[in-house]
């Protein structure tokens, strides 16, 4: 069983930056593919950014240049470096761990263990 927890999330106006971070239970955190997706009011869930237990990324092509995701291992933790935020940016943020880990799966449906979601707002 995995527990995820995010922080980091916040109004920030546009042009700014943020850091959202996710802690982990386990002690298979190494070996998971993990992943940020992000809701909107009144759309779906997107993938944002994931990595995979290699250190593979992968990005939605409108935060390409902008994010950065990464992890510690030894902290059992994953980032999201937020810089250049645009209003088109706001959403719900929510932290994804799939067990696999050797792909980036794009589709909700690949994640068994999900956050309870940070909120971000870009906003002046």
């Given at each position: 069983q995995v527990q995820l927890v995010e922080s980091g999330g916040g109004l920030v106006q546009p042009g700014g930056s943020l850091r959202l971070s996710c802690a982990a239970s386990g002690r298979t955190?190494?070996?998971y593919t993990m992943a940020w997706f992000r809701q909107a009011p009144g759309k779906e869930r997107e993938l944002v950014a994931g990595i995979s237990s290699g250190g593979s990324t992968n990005y939605a092509d409108s935060v390409k240049g902008r994010f950065t995701i990464s992890r510690d291992n030894a902290k059992n933790t994953v980032y999201l470096q937020m810089n250049s935020l645009k209003p088109e940016d706001t959403a719900v943020y929510y932290c994804a761990a799939?067990?696999?880990?050797?792909?980036?799966?794009?589709?909700?449906?690949?994640y068994g263990y999900w956050g309870q979601g940070t909120p971000v707002t870009v906003s002046s």
């Open positions: 955190f190494s070996t799939d067990f696999r880990g050797w792909s980036i799966p794009k589709t909700i449906y690949e």
